[in-house]
């Protein structure tokens, strides 16, 4: 059986000229629903994809780190004992970069190493190409300083590594959670407060997870992004001074207390937690749909959902509006709605595993006619979180 990561091993050989010792995997994801939560300690429930990045190396006797991206065809190099310092421009080695300073801030040996990086995520288009990139470096790193984190600690250091200077996004923990912690057939369930996951059984044999590609880049995605975190803050802040009360989240504010000063708040900040509070209802719920493999009851919920992020949180496009429309005339389809930051990228329907050929077919032409940009079109089912494996000499 060819492996997942034959490529990646392949790709090391023919620019090093021998095989690597490590290749790591760690696949891209998409958020069935629990958007917009999980940085105000909501729920989240994301599955990993079948797409990955993959990642070849071989520690060097020296202290240069050679990186290669076959993706950009771009080669950077660096000498470890320099420290890498943030990247002026940023790129797609500052994650990398990136990864690195948070091994050597935990106080790991980073050896020289030739590497090598591909992959299939789609890039900047909601599908965490960023998170599955941190993660693979940081499953490969963890091993070649045999530093041995623990999988959930590894995913809190690459979020750290996304935070720092080197990237600079403030995003929750949803992505590097599920890319590190996904189960073939499972999504997974995220309390963001607490960091306690449990994996929730997904029936493929019920339903296709067919994620559309609107092909709209995600332009104001991290400064409306910040926005929204402010916005939230501004809004939990006001409600538990009205209310004199402290709330450890936005999720912790009872219903009744919401409803009471809820008139009292900015229109902006009302509607965040609004939708934060319905949201992680509707996480629940869908959890609890999923114990029965009741499609119908779920797709409900990512209509419901789709609705809230775009009038509520204010977060969905044109485009994400009509793929949803589209998908909600077509036969055999569950429910769809806007997955990840919104404000372009892609959206994720739930369909009838004979039906999502037809369902591809229409949505390209009817799309295609609207906004005379093709779709991309992934039909998928939830995949293994991060792997490593090493090449015997
Ligand atoms: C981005 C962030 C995630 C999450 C989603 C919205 O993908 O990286 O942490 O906040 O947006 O749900």
New binding site residues.
Partial sequence: MVSRDDDAARGFEKRYGCLPQFVSVAPGRV?LI??????NGGF?LPAAINRSLRIAARVRRDDSLNLYSETFNESVSFSISARIRPPQIKGWYSYFAAVVDQFMNRGASVPGMDVFICGDVPLGA?L?SS?AFEVCAAVLLDRATGTKLSRKDLALLSQSAEHSEYVG?K?????QFISMLGEKDHALFIDCFTLETRLVPFDSNMASIVIINSMKKRGLVDSE?NMRRHECEEGFRLIERLSGRNFSTIRHIPPEIFDEYKKKLPEKSRKRLAHNLSENQRVMDFVQAMKYADFAKAGALLYESHESLKSDYEVSCGELDRIVDIASLCEGVYGCRMT???FGGCAVALILPSAAEEFSKRMIGEYGQAFHIIPEIYITSPAPGASLREIKE
Avoid at 171 to 175: A, L, Q, S, V
């Fill in positions: 958020n629990g958007e917009h939560t999980d940085y989240v909601g965490s998170a996004v995003c929750g923990i949803m992505d992004y990840g930051a919104g």
